[in-house]
């Protein structure tokens, strides 16, 4: 069946530093691949997606790549801050409208 | 648009009791999730809608918990009764019934059962 595994945390990164989190997936066909993002006490919200092979997702400064051939979804930023500290969902939809979700990367970035 | 809206916030009951989750979907989705979140298990999958109709609810925990969504607009959660190992997270998303469309997430109902 379909899955995602997401590079286990937490991760402590100093400000400014470089961001990975890696993503893998398994799927059948052509999936949408998100990321979301979870702050303390919030509920997840999407931080980028893209919906076909070589896709780049991007927003506040993150990006992801779509990569078929590797069956990747790396998160990267280049440069974090301290307001990226947070919960990081990798996640897939497929043929219908269900997601998978991965278990979750915990950042901590660190002044 | 306002989200993704739930209530409680937060609901403290004792063991026992019956406990009801609402959420409001976004206005013109048709899907709509119920997520239960705990540091043990992560995020999982409870029930899903599509059209107002329990599409998938193979997540449910055991009898002690039902969902319904009577309308577009509006879904409970119940759990009848309540026992300390529900103590959790519970989420609502809604999303437009197409293929990979995008997911929205509420705040979350903190449930805490003594």
């Known amino acids: 069946g379909d899955s995602v595994t997401q590079m286990e945390g937490p991760v402590t990164l100093s400000e400014e530093a470089f961001l990975t989190i890696n993503c893998t997936y398994t799927?059948?066909?052509?999936?949408?691949l998100f990321w979301y993002v979870q702050y303390p006490g919030e509920g997840l919200q999407l931080l980028l997606k893209a919906t076909k092979a070589d896709d780049k997702g991007s927003n506040k400064g993150f990006e992801a790549t779509y990569r078929k051939e590797t069956t990747s979804f790396h998160l990267e930023k280049g440069s974090v801050q301290v307001s990226d500290s947070a919960v990081y969902f990798c996640?897939?939809?497929?043929?219908?409208?269900?997601?998978?979700f991965g278990t979750g990367t915990s950042l901590t970035v660190i002044p | 648009d306002a989200g993704v809206i739930q209530s409680p916030r937060h609901e403290v009951t004792e063991m026992g009791q019956e406990v009801t989750l609402r959420c409001k979907p976004i206005s013109g989705h048709n899907s709509l999730f119920w997520y239960r979140q705990t540091m043990m298990r992560g995020l999982e999958l409870l029930i899903y809608f599509n059209n107002n109709v329990p599409i998938d609810d193979s997540g449910m925990p055991e009898d002690r918990f039902s969902a319904k969504m009577p309308n577009a607009s509006f879904s409970t959660l119940k759990i009848q009764p309540s026992e300390p190992r529900d103590s959790a997270v519970y989420f609502c998303?809604?999303?437009?019934?197409?293929?990979?469309?995008?997911?929205?997430f509420g705040p979350g109902t903190r449930l805490l059962v003594l």
């Open positions: 996640a897939l939809s497929n043929t219908g409208n269900q997601f998978y």
């Open positions: 998303a809604s999303s437009f019934l197409l293929r990979q469309e995008t997911q929205y």
């Open positions: 799927a059948t066909g052509y999936p949408s």
